[in-house]
């Protein structure tokens, strides 16, 4: 059936009404289309916002572990002072030893415990010799 046909069997006003119709289903037929692309589109973007999210979460992460590692080393070198003669460090107030494996490895402060020869780390259980002390025993055996 073509638009004539149309006009003569229901007459003018009604064919214009259908016509207009068709017309208003085609568009809304596109606009669907046109919104369901949007709609594609802005699940894209979401997307990769949410990668971009994840990827900068990642990077805070790794930024407070390295503000909480150095603001450890800052208060660690603001409370000790290292030793180089004898690898370790030492209070700047009391002069106690501690344990430089440690913080070096794992900024854990740890008080070595004084042995005849120099000190041991109680916590990784690395030793170290204290120069003055050995003399000193070596001194006493050959007495």
């Not at 409370?79 to 460090?89: E, P, S």
């Not at 990784?124 to 001194?139: A, F």
Request: hydrophobic content about 30%; glycine content about 4%.
């Amino acid at each position: 059936m073509n638009i004539q046909q149309i006009l003569l069997y229901f007459g003018i006003p009604v064919a214009i009404a259908i016509i207009w119709l068709i017309q208003q289903l085609i568009s809304k037929d596109l606009c669907q289309r046109r919104l369901e692309k949007e709609n594609s589109e802005i699940l894209q973007e979401i997307s990769q916002l949410i990668n971009e999210k994840t990827e900068y979460q990642k990077q805070l992460s790794v930024l407070r572990q390295q503000l909480f590692e150095n603001s450890i080393k800052e208060n660690i070198s603001f409370k000790y002072g290292f030793d180089k003669r004898n690898n370790i460090l030492r209070h700047k107030h009391t002069g106690d030893p501690y344990c430089n494996k440690c913080f070096a490895t794992s900024n854990v402060e740890s008080r070595l415990i004084t042995e005849a020869t120099g000190w041991r780390c109680d916590i990784c259980g690395e030793c170290y010799g204290d120069p003055d002390r050995n003399h000193r025993i070596t001194e006493y055996r050959d007495l």
